[in-house]
């Protein structure tokens, strides 16, 4: 089982792949780089739409793409998900529920592209303590940069939640340094997403992110994140 956690393949839902057959495309391409299981995480910002209209567009995308998939003989396990934008009391929020990744209490989300405060970890936390969810951050690496002050994040570090790296992460020297380092210390609870969003630009690809992982920590790293996918998938 190889887990792709991150991805914008639903057509026409966000920025992510704009056409059916690009969503094909992608989904031929994740085949190729031996992925089995892929969430679908189009954005979800609560300011802009409300649940109830995203769940009917994440529908009506899924069950397109999965009609036009039958057609194809790609073999992947799909589920659908969001990638839930960061907003001031989203650790009260009761809709959140709704946000997580079917079959599971997995609600990945995504943090701001700033400085990260306390009040920011409380919420987390509240999503975690009193709404009893399981917390994926979707890709830390794009915001340690930000983190001029490094108490919050190291707040939110210890919090019981699960991270989550995007493929590109290891394919430059920087940000791969920041990401092996960061599967070392979190010591099997990181999982890794291709955060893909078309063909060209931002593409599916994990398997070079894995080659490298493979490569510089050894095959057990790739297995653990293989097993912790599995297992807050419940396969
Ligand atoms: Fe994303």
């Known amino acids: 089982m190889v887990l792709d956690m991150h991805t914008h393949i639903l057509p026409g839902i966000d920025d992510g792949s704009r056409h059916t057959g690009d969503s094909i495309e992608m989904l031929g391409m994740e085949v190729k780089q031996g992925i089995t299981h892929i969430v679908f995480t189009p954005h979800f910002y609560a300011q802009k739409v409300s649940v109830e209209k995203f769940l009917s567009r994440r529908e009506h995308s899924s069950v397109h ?25 989203i650790g009260k929020a009761d809709m959140l529920p709704q946000l997580c990744i079917e079959g599971t209490d997995i609600v990945l989300l995504e943090m701001p592209f700033a400085q990260w405060d306390k009040q920011m970890v409380d919420d987390v936390r509240k999503i975690i303590e009193k709404q009893r969810l399981t917390v994926v951050l979707a890709h830390v690496e ?19 939640l699960y991270t989550q790296l995007n493929g590109e992460c290891f394919l430059h020297w920087r940000s791969r340094r920041f990401g092996l380092k960061h599967l070392q210390e979190r010591d099997n609870q990181v999982l890794l997403g291709s955060d893909c969003h078309n063909l060209t630009s931002r593409q599916p690809n994990l398997q070079e992110a894995r080659d490298i992982i493979r490569k510089k920590l050894g095959a057990d790293t790739l297995e653990e994140i293989d097993a912790l996918g599995k297992d807050l998938l419940h396969i």
């Open 65 to 89: 793409l999965k009609e036009k998939l039958q057609d194809t003989k790609l073999d992947l396990q799909l589920y659908c998900g969001a990638e839930v934008y960061y907003f001031p009391g």
């Open 142 to 160: 794009r915001f340690i940069g930000f983190q001029k002050d490094k108490s919050a994040w190291d707040e939110m570090m210890k919090l019981p």
